[in-house]
Every structure is written in structure tokens, then in C-alpha cells.
């Protein structure tokens, strides 16, 4: 951003600007810096990112600077220009765009909403490619993450801790639960394109547990006069993602448990003397999925 106001001064194209920001509450940062550039000409950024920290945010300058500055480095690059860094939108338009394939059963060629990301591969390559290009940024966002929760944690009022949330917790949430979950996501798709459908299922349901953080990160940012404000989450529609992958999870059960419904139950949950009942609806419900895959998560992961 910097630089390319640096090149709008050297052209003198600064007259008049159109800024399309789409939503201001979620970009009062930037708007801000593109303010006190206007009024003062100033284009140190560092210092401009003070004094918005400072005015905005909370005195702590040093403590919280460093972490607006991580942000920026933790994207998603989809290229080698410096502008090609993903949003959060990439998460879940790519889960959904491959989830959509998967249960349609068309994982035999490649998916060509993804050539702009990944090039024209084979489905599963191209699942591949995206897990790749997400697991060092999913590192990088729970490492941020982690210092923005233990930097907020330090603030000295209520509201410092609010502002700080609202102007850079919930994007570094929103970015660590997304990248997070894509990764988990790919990972089921691999794991179920070896048919070793059990474990798919599984990290369905822990992509499901991550993209459900980013709902309860914008519930947090909805206080007071903004209750409802991602009500209008349209463009990237978390909730569709989490709903979305519900339904994976359902389908994979369904399509691959060897008895409907039992099957998983009876292998993985039960003693063997229960295991070979044949009415066990006689002694027990069906487990939801939502029951099972923790069961199943949990027996798994401890080996017994």
C-alpha cells in the first residue's frame, strides 16, 4: 500500500481519490492511514501505524506494533508479486468449490475454478497444492495469533482490549481458523481418495470445529450498536462453510460405513461382546455425527 501511494505522489495523481473500502468498520486502519497521509503528506507508514495504534487503540505502542506488522506477513501468496497475498475469502470459496466437486462425484478431472490457483492438475493434485500453499501460513497465523491473545490479555482496560480486538484480533482469528481448517479439509479429501474413509471423516469434523471459530470470532465483534453486523457475511459466508461441511461429513458416513449407521459405532466404540448384538438398537441410539466424530477423534488419536 505504501509503495503504491509512493508511486500516486511521484505521478502527482493527487487531486482526488475514489476509495472503495466496501465496509469502513472493518478497515478503519488503513482508511486511516490513507487519512493522514491526505491531510499531512507524511508516508512514513511505521510512524503513521503509530499513531493510529496510539490514538485508536491503546498507548502500548511497542507492545502492539510489532504484531500489526506480522500481519501482513502471514498471507496466503498465490504468486511472487508482492500484491498476490490472499483474503480470508480463499479459504472457504476453495473448501466449497472442491467439497462441491467431491459430492458430486466428479474427483476424476481437474477443478477448473482452481487453475488460477493451483493450474490445471488432476483433483487430487490440485487438493495438494492447496494444502501445501496453506500449511506454513496456518503456522504462521496460530503463532500470531497467540501473541495478539497474550498482548490483549495485557491491556490495561476493557476497552483497550475491545479496540485491539476489533482492529486486528478478529482478522488474525478469522485467518488462523480458515487456514487452519482449509489444510484439515485437504487433508480429509487425501485421506478419503486413499479410502481410508474413517480418518477422512475425522478431519472433516476438525475442519468443521476450525471454521466454526470464525463464527465465534464475529460473534465477539458484535457488541451493542453492532449486534447482526456480519448478519450480512454474504460475500464470503462463513456459515454456508460450516453448513457445507456438516453435510460432507454426513455423506462420507453415510457412503462409506459398512453397516448404516452402526458401523463406525460398533468397530471403534463398543466392546466386541456388544460389537456382534445384531438389534443393538435394542440397548442403543445412533450416535449423531456430530457425537460420533468425537468418539471416534478420540479413540483414535489415544490409540485405545
Known sequence: MAEELGQI????????????????????????LLRQWWHTGQTDFPVLTDNFISRAVSSDVARLKPLFQQYPEC?????????????????????????????KGETTRPLSLLYWLTGELPLKEQVQSVRKMCEEPAHKWESLLISCEDAMDSLETEKEKEDFYNNLVLFVRLHQSGCRGTVLFCQAFEAWYE?????????????????????????????GKWKGFFSNDCLTNVQLTVENLR????????????EPFYGWQKRYLMPQSEGIVA?????????SDEMLAEKLEEVISTGH
Open 279 to 287: 438389534l443393538l438398537t435394542n440397548f442403543h441410539k445412533h450416535l
Open 247 to 258: 453435510a460432507l461429513r454426513s455423506y462420507i458416513r453415510i457412503t462409506h460405513e459398512e
Open 9 to 32: 505522489i511521484d505521478k502527482q495523481a493527487d487531486k482526488l481519490f475514489i476509495v472503495n473500502t466496501g465496509n469502513i468498520r472493518m478497515h478503519t486502519l488503513y482508511l486511516d
Open 75 to 103: 498471507h496466503v501468496r498465490f504468486g511472487s508479486h508482492d500484491d498476490e497475498q490472499a483474503g480470508e475469502q480463499i479459504y472457504h470459496y476453495t473448501v466449497r468449490n472442491i467439497l462441491t466437486a467431491w459430492m
Open 195 to 223: 479410502k481410508d474413509y474413517v480418518s477422512s471423516y475425522i478431519c472433516v469434523h476438525r475442519a468443521l470445529r476450525e471454521f466454526r471459530k470464525s463464527l465465534d470470532a464475529m460473534a465477539i465483534y458484535e457488541k
